[in-house]
Nanobody, 126 residues
């Protein structure tokens, strides 16, 4: 069973930055896609960013130019660098892994991802 553990969440003022990390216990597939999702209070979970094993990336429009997804294959760790944070970015952030997936067609939907972390809270105050 693959385990994903997020960290790096916290409270920050609008305009600030945070970097989320997601440690993956093991990656056994040659082709995979890793993603970040978030769930704001009272809303459904939405895709934020994804990156696949070929380096293709995808972002939801609301974070383009502010967030950057990356992966360190040597450390099996996924990152989400979040700059210029806004109060509407407040949410629980989850990382996910999709084995055999690609980000060429975009973020993908929840059901395409196989493994999920427990989430890390990000709170942005105005």
């Amino acid at each position: 069973q693959v385990q994903l553990v997020e960290s790096g969440g916290g409270s920050v003022q609008a305009g600030g930055s945070l970097t989320l990390s997601c440690e993956v216990s093991r990656i056994t597939y040659r082709r995979y896609c890793m993603g970040w999702f978030r769930r704001a209070p009272g809303k459904g979970r939405e895709g934020v960013a994804s990156i696949d094993s070929d380096g293709n990336t995808a972002y939801v429009d609301s974070v383009k130019g502010r967030f950057t997804i990356s992966i360190d294959n040597g450390k099996n760790t996924l990152y989400l660098q979040m700059n210029s944070l806004k109060p509407e970015d407040t949410a629980m952030y989850y990382c996910a892994a999709g084995w055999g997936m690609t980000a060429v067609r975009g973020l993908g939907v929840e059901g395409e991802y196989d493994s999920w972390g427990q989430g890390t809270q990000v709170t942005v105050s105005s």
